[in-house]
């Protein structure tokens, strides 16, 4: 037994050296149980650039030596300026004018939702305070990122006041026009994840074309949440910049840092800025951790380094050898049934051969088989995601795609003896 409590796994497995990481380099990760195994997780989707990258760590070590903590709470910091002129820089300066730091996804999607209440406030409308966003989406799990989610993961029993959410489906325009034909000048905010991310689901371009639409008819902020699509990951640097209707927000995390430290950020457009800036209104959000000098140095090191290395077109390539073994597999393998999302995020469907969907403890016993076969993976609904980081070799894809085989083939037995398809 240990005294670390850690997320999202019961007691019982609490002090197991298998789950117990010792080093990160480049692409792999080494337990204390003495494995040593190929990420195609980028590390919870934050290690866009592999592990260690040594001038994100030089950035990070100066920022100690010479800042220490200094941070934005009443006051500001060169490093944070910095950070936020070169997230705008990347962005797109003509649509966006501020950066809000944060510490995480889940308080950013807090930050967001106070943001767009405040913004219709000023304009006169006190009463637009409803904020929409999808069945099957992930925002956080502090209270209000938790309320906005869109998987039932036991609000009700934690008290989550969902009251002011409404929840749409991904990609159904039809319930979206018919919420807003009900709803509109009541909702202050609509909160999307252009990939959803628990399945991995791409918004079609309908639907984000009538996102713009009736952003523009009935005047709420239109948010896309790219805590996890953003910073190379689905084949762009963000996925909303080639929607028709840009955001008025953007928030942004995982990659931001490449995960060497905690960070998130708010990029927020000029029309939004603008309503505060002209009733000189100071916006009632702070964090004792966000927008610190650490933070900020290793936020522009990434971004320097995803332009040094040319992460984005790094990326694509390595989402058309993933795109490829996916196909094989699935055209081979009787277990696996599809593939959903985009770039390097991607979902691997499920089922047995009667059919059967992947049940949450099918798909935790492939991903510890999958582990065991040498890489590491995330469970997601009737399937596995890969994420791998936008440096993978060909190599090492073709070396993800034989570890997800053999844990696939590791439940043959348990799946009756099923035959590949012809």
Known sequence: ?????????????????????????????????????????????????????????????????????????????????????????VCGPDHYGKVLFSTGGGVANDAVMKLARLYHALQGAPGRNLVVALRGSFHGLTFGGFALTGEDLGQRVYGVDQRLIRHVDPNDTTELERLMAALGRQVAAVVVEPVVGTGTVPLDEEYVAALGRLRDEHGFLLVADEVATGFGRTGSYFASESWPGRPDVLVTSKGLTNGACPASALVVAHRVTRVLEEHDTT?????????????????????????????????????????????????????????????????????????????????????????????????????????????????EVAELMTCVEAGLDSLLPAAAGAAPRS
């Open 283 to 395: 916006f009632a959000h702070a964090e004792t951790q966000g927008a610190t000098a650490l933070a900020c140095a290793a936020i522009s090191a990434t971004i320097a380094e995803m332009e040094r290395l040319d992460a984005v077109a790094a990326g694509r390539n390595v989402a058309a050898w993933l795109q490829q073994g996916l196909t094989d597999l699935v055209d081979r393998h009787p277990l696996a049934t599809g593939a959903t999302g985009t770039g390097c995020f991607r979902t691997l469907r499920l089922a047995h051969p009667d059919g059967t969907p992947l049940t949450g403890a099918d798909v935790a016993a492939l991903v510890t088989r999958i582990r065991e076969a040498g890489a590491i993976v995330h469970p997601g609904p009737s399937g596995v995601q890969l994420v791998p980081a936008l440096t993978y070799s060909r190599d």
């Open 1 to 89: 037994m240990t005294a670390l409590w850690p997320y999202l796994i019961p007691p019982s497995s609490h002090g197991d050296d298998r789950l117990c990481a010792t080093r990160a380099e480049g692409h792999r990760v080494t337990f204390a149980d003495g494995s040593t195994v190929l990420d195609a997780d980028s590390g919870l989707w934050n290690a866009n650039l592999g592990y260690g990258n040594e001038r994100i760590a030089e950035a990070l070590a100066e920022a100690a030596r010479n800042a220490s903590y200094l941070g934005s709470f009443r006051f500001e910091n060169t490093y944070a300026r910095r950070a936020a002129e070169d997230l705008v820089r």
